[in-house]
Every structure is written in structure tokens, then in C-alpha cells.
């Protein structure tokens, strides 16, 4: 079972950029797809930013253009790099690996990392 832990969260100046982390253990993150969700005081989780085990990424609307989604297999660890924030982007984050090469569905939550973003 793959046990992810996320971190690189915090506060930033709209127009900042941070990068999330979330180191697998357990199993490798590459052997399915993976990617990231985000969720905002008061309002439901949403999804961010997919990455397939062939390297396909996939982003929400919201975020295109701004994020980027990567994967180093030799160390475990999948991204999120993000640039040009903006405070609507302030949610806490969450990372997930799927149950196939493409679909997050099922699978597995890291605990979350909070990123704040200031006007």
C-alpha cells in the first residue's frame, strides 16, 4: 500500500510561486496515475492537475498555463510547481495515486498541505 506525504506549503504574495511535493513510500508513485486536488474553506475538493504512468499531464481550467505537474521516479516524489498565484488559488492540497495509468479514481490521499495566498 503507498503512503503519501506532502509538503512545500505556505504563504505567498499573489503573483508568487511555490512548489508542492509528495513523496510516495510503500510502492512507486509511476505505477499509476497520480496528481493533485485542492479545497478551499467552504467549498468542495476539486481536482488540479493529473499525471498518467506514460507522463500525459492534465490540468483544470483554473490552472492551465500556471502549474505544472512532474514526476522524478528515482526519487519516488511527484510536483506541482506553481507560478503565478492568485488568492482564489489558496486551499489546502492534496495529492492522490490512482488505481490505473490514467484514472485517479480510488487510490490513495496524502494528508494535505496548505497554501495560502495573500493579495
Known amino acids: 500500500q503507498v503512503q503519501l506525504v506532502e509538503s512545500g506549503g505556505g504563504l505567498v504574495q499573489a503573483g508568487g510561486s511555490l512548489r508542492l511535493s509528495c513523496a510516495a513510500s510503500?510502492?512507486?508513485?509511476?505505477?499509476?496515475?497520480a496528481g493533485w486536488y485542492r479545497q478551499a474553506p467552504g467549498k468542495q475538493r476539486e481536482w488540479v492537475a493529473t499525471i498518467s504512468t506514460g507522463g500525459s499531464t492534465y490540468y483544470a481550467d483554473s490552472v492551465k498555463g500556471r502549474f505544472t505537474i512532474s514526476r522524478d521516479n528515482a526519487k519516488n516524489t511527484m510536483y506541482l510547481e506553481m507560478k503565478s498565484l492568485k488568492s482564489e488559488d489558496t486551499a489546502v492540497y492534496y495529492c492522490?495515486?490512482?488505481?490505473?495509468?490514467?484514472?485517479?479514481?480510488?487510490?490513495?490521499w496524502g494528508q494535505g498541505t496548505q497554501v495560502t495566498v495573500s493579495p
Open positions: 510503500g510502492s512507486l508513485i509511476r505505477n499509476n496515475a
Open positions: 492522490k495515486r490512482g488505481s490505473t495509468g490514467t484514472s485517479l479514481a480510488s487510490g490513495v
